[in-house]
């Protein structure tokens, strides 16, 4: 074991890898970026499925209440809009869409 002192500063690869030996979480590595990449997937995927659900059920619920074919479509297309933009803006907050 060498010991190095304020004069003899330690060597820059010798640091690095006794940080990614001991698993420093502030490197960033190949490992983490597939994890990432997966996550905001999924979370682009619930968004658009949630998106589906809501304008579903806005085309339902269209189409009990309005006497016309062209609203129920009009409703879900809005419904769809706006419940991804807002699962979108959630997930961006929550840090999982960055």
């Known amino acids: 074991m060498t010991v190095h002192t304020e004069e003899q500063p330690e060597p820059a690869g010798v640091r690095a890898a006794a940080r990614t030996a001991h698993g420093d979480p502030h490197t960033s590595g190949s490992a983490t970026r597939p994890r ?3 996550a905001k997937v999924l979370a682009v995927l619930l968004a658009a499925m949630t998106g589906i659900a809501a304008a579903l059920a806005a085309y339902i619920l269209g189409n009990r209440v309005t006497a016309t074919s062209a609203e129920p479509i009009a409703w879900a297309a809005a419904t769809f809009v706006a419940t991804t933009s807002l699962a979108i803006h ?3 907050k929550a840090g999982l869409l960055e």
Do not use: D, I, P, Y
């Open 90 to 92: 959630l997930g961006e």
């Open 36 to 38: 990432a990449t997966k």
